[in-house]
Nanobody, 123 residues
Framework: HVQLVESGGGSVQTGGSLRLSCTAS??????MGWFRQAAGKEREGVAA????????YYADSVKGRFTISRDNTKNTVYLQMNTLKPEDSAMYYC???????????????????WGQGTQVTVS
């Protein structure tokens, strides 16, 4: 599988911003997603993107605050997180799904390739 490496996590105050990056070892035409998992909670789909707006998705909890984007020249997917809240605190993972994101973009089981995660803490 393509190797995925996340970066950009850290500790911020409520209302602050962070920009997460996920860099792939090679280019990919597959769906790329961001998931997060807080202690004691289920893994939650945050956002996913293929190549167009028609195949871009966000969890209701982050709509209007988070933006997923892609730079194919750098093999990198970004997650811009604004107006952060304590409930956004979690380990954030980048993941790859074969083909389009589609209806089931939020199912972690649909993603076969995962990065190691980057911690986000909001207080």
């Amino acid at each position: 599988h393509v190797q995925l490496v996340e970066s950009g996590g850290g500790s911020v105050q409520t209302g602050g911003s962070l920009r997460l990056s996920c860099t792939a070892s090679t280019s990919t035409r597959n769906c790329m997603g961001w998931f997060r998992q807080a202690a004691g909670k289920e893994r939650e789909g945050v956002a996913a993107h293929f190549t167009t707006g028609a195949d871009t998705y966000y969890a209701d909890s982050v709509k209007g605050r988070f933006t997923i984007s892609r730079d194919n020249t750098k093999n990198t997917v970004y997650l811009q997180m604004n107006t952060l809240k304590p409930e956004d605190s979690a380990m954030y993972y980048c993941a790859e799904k074969r083909g389009l994101c589609g209806t089931w973009w939020w199912k972690a089981f649909e993603y076969s390739n995962w990065g190691q995660g980057t911690q986000v803490t909001v207080s």
